[in-house]
């Protein structure tokens, strides 16, 4: 069965702090992992990763894949209160269903 | 900007009701998607929607019924409510089911059953 697991489920830290947030998988047919911040409302999205080894950085968050060792980290620096949020990780599948497996969220609190 | 737009936002039912959760997206996508998020258990898929035309049950379809009415809106209706309904309900769209495209999620209805 495919899953996604990320970890930990809910972290607090305080302005400044870097976190790291862990997303391992087991799916057949890999196509792609995605990365979404959710706040109140709908998720929106922060990265693709289709390659693994190669980066992806916008401002303070960055991600990176390894599809050898079947996980993804998004890495935040310098955090701050706007950061607070449910971060989520799916994993885009080309099985039968073409469907997105969410993991359950890291939520993570930042305080001033 | 609309991009996906689903009413109601809020709705409380009771035991037995039926209803019906609207989505409609204005980017000409061809994928369409509900889920559901519940505490600790992250986002579900219920149905899905490849192309106009077509549906197909996700991971826990039992007790939802969907349409896809025309390549632009996708609707979920609860036949019966139930108590275990009571989530968040995500509609979704994205380009087709073929590329790499993000998903685009609304901005979520809130189900309360009673």
């Known amino acids: 069965e495919d899953k996604v697991v990320q970890s930990p489920l809910s972290l607090v830290v305080h302005e400044g702090d870097t976190v790291t947030l862990n997303c391992s998988y087991e799916?057949?047919?890999?196509?792609?992992l995605l990365w979404y911040k959710q706040e109140k409302k709908a998720p929106t999205f922060l990265f693709m990763l289709?390659?693994?080894?190669i980066e992806k950085k916008s401002g303070r968050l960055s991600s990176i894949l390894d599809k050898k060792e079947l996980f993804s980290i998004l890495n935040i620096t310098a955090t701050q209160t706007g950061d607070s949020a449910v971060y989520l990780c799916?994993?885009?599948?080309?099985?039968?269903?073409?469907?997105?497996?969410f993991g359950t969220g890291t939520r993570l609190k930042v305080l001033a | 900007n609309a991009g996906v737009t689903q009413t109601p936002k809020f709705q409380v039912l009771k035991t037995g009701q039926s209803m019906t959760l609207q989505c409609a997206q204005d980017?000409?996508?061809?994928?369409m998607y509900w889920y559901r998020q519940d505490p600790g258990m992250g986002l579900r898929l219920i149905y899905y929607?490849?192309?106009?035309?077509?549906?197909d049950k996700g991971e826990v379809p039992n007790g939802y019924n969907v349409s896809r009415l025309n390549k632009r809106e996708f609707s979920l209706r609860l036949e019966s409510a139930a108590p275990s309904q009571t989530s968040v309900y995500f509609c979704?769209?994205?380009?087709?089911?073929?590329?790499?495209?993000?998903?685009?999620f609304g901005e979520g209805s809130w189900l309360t059953v009673v």
């Open positions: 799916v057949t047919n890999f196509r792609s």
């Open positions: 979704a769209s994205k380009p087709d089911r073929y590329s790499g495209n993000t998903i685009y």
């Open positions: 980017m000409n996508h061809n994928s």
């Open positions: 929607s490849a192309s106009e035309g077509t549906t």
């Open positions: 799916a994993v885009d599948t080309t099985s039968g269903t073409y469907k997105y497996i």
């Open positions: 289709t390659s693994s080894g």
